[in-house]
């Protein structure tokens, strides 16, 4: 990791749930309650079995984005839809707060030859110190809801001064009472205690909608899946 992105993650990560066994830049750092999302299947499991499940509504995604813009994709976890995101864009830089996913999106990166992508492993909240640039788009995919709820409005904040629009895909809420709604709720279940406490606040605060007019931001555009489970939308 190049050291201006260690001191960044030091400066802006605490760690809810410290694996000693990963290779996290944030290491013997001083812990506090705010941040780092880890999970069991963060890495190679999330790469192998989870990420290309996603890649339908990942098509849906690319059509609210403008061909040869260039794109921020916070939480982009294991980099199958930044990869993808690529051969759309003209460039595309992947962040996550997890060292495994950077790491297996590295990996994913170094075989596809691409020459257009590059991950760095950053806290969203901390973006515009480590990264002060702008783009054309700002995608933050599955991401918001794991987020504690302190930290949505950061992010979003964040997302927002780093590009002039934001393309969000993340879970309806309330969630369809139906077999697919259900099967979120095992998913998210889970995924962990905290991640699914997240989960639980973002559906109880009425998730996208009442987010994006807390944080001042505009839907232009936007869609439900089919099954009644995810909302796409585009919002400046
Ligand atoms: C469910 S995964 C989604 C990954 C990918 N965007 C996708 O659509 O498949 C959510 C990702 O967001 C990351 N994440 C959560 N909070 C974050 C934050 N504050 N900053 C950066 N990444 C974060 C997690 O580490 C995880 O990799």
């Not at 809810?16 to 499991?45: C, I, R, V």
């Not at 309330?174 to 905290?194: D, K, N």
Request: charged share 25%; net charge positive.
């Amino acid at each position: 990791m190049h050291p201006t992105e260690r001191t960044e993650l030091l400066k802006h990560i605490s760690v809810q749930w410290y694996n000693k066994k990963d290779e996290s830049p944030n290491k013997g750092a001083p812990m506090s309650n705010t941040l780092l999302q880890k999970h069991w299947y963060d890495g190679w499991f999330y790469a192998r079995f989870i990420d290309a499940e996603n890649n339908p509504l990942r098509d849906r995604v690319l059509g609210f984005i403008e061909p040869g813009s260039a794109a921020i994709d916070l939480g982009c976890g294991s980099g199958g839809f930044t990869l993808k995101l690529a051969g759309h864009c003209r460039e595309v830089v992947g962040v996550d707060v997890s060292g495994k996913m950077i790491a297996a999106a590295r990996k994913r990166l170094a075989k596809s030859g691409l020459g257009n992508v590059s991950f760095l492993h950053l806290h969203a909240g901390g973006l515009s110190e480590a990264l002060p640039r702008r783009f054309d788009y700002a995608v933050l995919s599955l991401m918001l809801h794991e987020t504690p709820p302190a930290e949505r409005l950061q992010i979003l904040g964040e997302a927002r001064r780093a590009a002039g629009r934001i393309v969000i895909l993340d879970y309806q809420t309330p969630q369809p009472r139906s077999a697919w709604g259900a099967g979120v709720g095992i998913v998210e279940f889970l995924a962990g205690r905290e991640h699914y406490r997240n989960f639980r606040d973002f559906v109880r605060r009425g998730g996208l909608p009442a987010l994006l007019q807390e944080a001042g931001l505009r839907i232009i555009q936007e869609k439900i899946n089919r099954t009644g489970v995810f909302r796409l939308v585009l919002a400046a």
